[in-house]
């Protein structure tokens, strides 16, 4: 039986994902902070309330699972960077709301990585992935969202340096965008429903191989420009 282990596994793309690997028989490890959210899903899911910035949280659940081979490790949990509207926008920058954008989409990932690489790299599949985003990219920049789009070319960058250290274990590192998507951070007026995005994301990540590591693609597994 294959494993996952999904971040922020109890709201949007993560709940999706959650859902989309129990229906294939996998065995569901869905972290969250507050796992309430998973109630009711049919399958092999196994709960763990996990806050990804409490790293002594994150090496508690490591060794806790060290038994595990996680085939998927999906660092989906991330933060818009809103809090106190504007903070993006320049001349109102808010240091504060700068450094907890970064600490959940920048070091969270990067932390979660190197605790659980083991156990990725004992697994059949050995795939690490990292939920990104189009605008992390410096190619196809048209400004604003500063905060949320320097901790995604930060994210990018961690992600290609793993694919370099870890290609000799044979784990795949991917940075996936899943696109523009209708959720609480991505808003109504986005082109793409999770039914859309999470399931082309799923039949990426399983299609991925051993020349995909390194790569920086989207939800339909076309590359992005870095």
Same mark, same amino acid.
């Given at each position: 039986?294959?494993?996952?282990?999904? @971040?922020?596994?109890?709201?949007?793309?993560?709940?999706? /994902? @959650?859902?989309?690997?129990?229906?294939?028989?996998?065995?569901?490890?869905?972290?969250?902070?507050?796992?309430?959210?998973?109630?009711?899903?049919?399958?092999?899911?196994?709960?763990?309330?996990?806050?990804?910035?409490?790293?002594?949280?994150?090496?508690?659940?490591?060794?806790?699972?060290?038994?595990?081979?996680?085939?998927?490790?999906?660092?989906?949990?991330?933060?818009?960077?809103?809090?106190?509207?504007?903070?993006?926008?320049?001349?109102? /920058?808010?240091?504060?709301?700068?450094?907890?954008?970064?600490?959940?989409?920048? /070091?969270?990932?990067?932390?979660?990585?190197?605790? /659980?690489?083991?156990?990725?790299?004992?697994?059949?599949?050995?795939?690490?992935?990292?939920? @990104?985003?189009?605008?992390?990219?410096?190619?196809?920049?048209?400004?604003?969202?500063?905060?949320?789009?320097?901790?995604?070319?930060?994210?990018?960058?961690?992600?290609?340096?793993?694919?370099?250290?870890?290609?000799?274990?044979?784990?795949?590192?991917?940075?996936?965008?899943?696109?523009?998507?209708?959720?609480?951070?991505?808003?109504?007026?986005?082109?793409? @429903?999770?039914?859309?995005?999470?399931?082309?994301?799923?039949?990426?990540?399983?299609?991925?191989?051993?020349?995909?590591?390194?790569?920086?693609?989207?939800?339909?597994?076309?590359?992005?420009?870095?």
């Amino acid at each position: 039986m294959s494993t996952v282990l999904i @971040t922020g596994a109890a709201r949007g793309l993560g709940l999706d /994902f @959650t859902k989309q690997y129990a229906a294939k028989g996998w065995r569901v490890l869905a972290c969250a902070r507050k796992p309430d959210g998973l109630k009711g899903i049919k399958g092999d899911i196994h709960h763990h309330a996990l806050e990804v910035t409490d790293y002594k949280g994150v090496k508690a659940l490591a060794k806790e699972l060290s038994a595990e081979a996680i085939d998927v490790l999906i660092c989906n949990a991330g933060v818009g960077g809103e809090a106190g509207r504007g903070t993006q926008t320049l001349g109102s /920058f808010d240091p504060s709301a700068w450094r907890h954008t970064f600490e959940v989409n920048t /070091f969270a990932p990067l932390m979660m990585a190197e605790a /659980f690489v083991e156990h990725v790299a004992r697994s059949k599949q050995r795939k690490l992935i990292a939920i @990104t985003s189009i605008l992390g990219s410096l190619a196809n920049n048209n400004g604003g969202r500063y905060a949320y789009r320097a901790s995604k070319t930060a994210l990018n960058m961690e992600w290609s340096c793993l694919a370099k250290d870890l290609e000799g274990k044979g784990v795949i590192c991917v940075a996936l965008h899943p696109g523009w998507v209708q959720t609480d951070m991505g808003g109504p007026t986005a082109t793409l @429903t999770i039914d859309q995005s999470v399931p082309s994301m799923v039949k990426v990540i399983e299609g991925l191989k051993p020349s995909d590591n390194g790569r920086y693609i989207s939800y339909d597994g076309s590359g992005l420009p870095w």
